[in-house]
């Protein structure tokens, strides 16, 4: 499929064209020096896959609209400086006959599930959600959510479970996470939460638990440091600092003693059991105790066979 299109803004900005050659390769060509592309826009003949991050693509109605990671939502009405590409006449809709993966991923504090939400992101093109970054992002925003939540935390209250709720299913219905796919992470933490997802029509293909052992878990968060001068963490023994000066002015944030990261670990514990009853049946353990690339392999091992078996179903039932 070959589908060539136009770009729409500005008068100041330059015509430039986008082949689709197809549902994944794309090349660019400019009336001006490629200098006047904007920052967020793939190189030529690049996949799109591989720039889930730095620039979102959506192909929907006709209309593909690139933005970039800090203005996921732009619409053809938006007045940012972000590219809007439309189709000249042509629905240029890639085909793809099996839904985008939908995934759920719950591990320890120092279990490595930060680094593993990267990397599936990275493979997987998926929109990564987080409610921590989700509830201060809205609170930033001032979005009525936002505002609700910060009148509890101003009184040193803790947020409601149907406004963090609220929060996470606004980001999941956005259309981004919907053609794209989530990997919601961390999230939910307890039967309730899952219960409200599961009442507004979210359940995930594959619910992902990492598991480390308690003693690995300790060594790790007792073991980590912080320079405040960077901003740069440290592991005295996985990743000790590059000199003694760095490592004379670390710090030691103080809740990673041995005491309260037992009592952190005791409540995650009990929360994935309530969880897990709701989703035992896609539940997959990942052993955690491993390198990260080990750990990623057990991932990617798992999402790999899932989309097959997805792509399976779906040519059946075509044919």
């Not at 933005?67 to 940012?80: E, F, G, K, R």
Request: include cysteine; charge should be neutral.
């Amino acid at each position: 499929m070959s589908v060539n299109m136009v770009a729409v803004a500005s008068m100041a900005t330059p015509s430039i064209t986008i082949s689709f050659t197809n549902s994944k390769s794309l090349s660019l060509s400019s009336s001006s020096s490629s200098s006047s592309l904007p920052s967020c826009w793939p190189s030529s003949n690049s996949t799109l896959r591989r720039h889930p991050s730095s620039c979102a693509l959506t192909l929907r109605c006709g209309a593909a609209v690139f933005a970039s990671s800090s203005s996921p939502s732009i619409s053809p009405n938006s007045n940012s400086s972000s590219m809007i590409v439309a189709a000249l006449g042509i629905d240029a809709q890639p085909e793809r006959d099996y839904e985008p993966l939908q995934v759920m991923i719950s591990g320890a504090p120092a279990s490595g599930k930060g680094t593993q939400c990267e990397l599936i992101k990275h493979k997987y093109g998926l929109v990564h959600v987080a409610a921590g970054d989700l509830l201060r992002a809205e609170i930033a925003t001032g979005s009525d959510n936002g505002k609700l939540a910060k009148q509890y935390m101003e009184k040193g209250q803790l947020v409601p479970d149907h406004i963090v709720v609220m929060m996470v299913k606004d980001r999941l219905l956005k259309p981004d996470a919907k053609d794209n796919g989530w990997l919601l992470d961390g999230y939910p933490r307890s039967l309730s939460q899952a219960t409200a997802l599961k009442g507004f029509g979210f359940q995930p293909d594959i619910f992902i638990l990492l598991e480390v052992s308690e003693d690995i878990l300790v060594e790790r968060v007792v073991g980590r440091r912080l320079d405040p001068v960077t901003g740069k963490i440290y592991h005295l023994k996985y990743s000790p600092p590059e000199t003694e000066e760095i490592a004379a002015r670390l710090t030691q944030r103080f809740d990673d003693t041995e005491e309260k990261v037992k009592l952190r670990l005791n409540t995650h514990h009990q929360n994935v059991e309530a969880v897990l009853s709701m989703y035992k049946d896609i539940t997959v353990k990942i052993n955690g105790n491993v390198s990260k690339e080990e750990v990623f392999a057990q991932i990617d091992s798992a999402l790999t066979s899932l989309l097959e078996q997805r792509k399976a179903a779906s040519g059946s039932v075509a044919a």
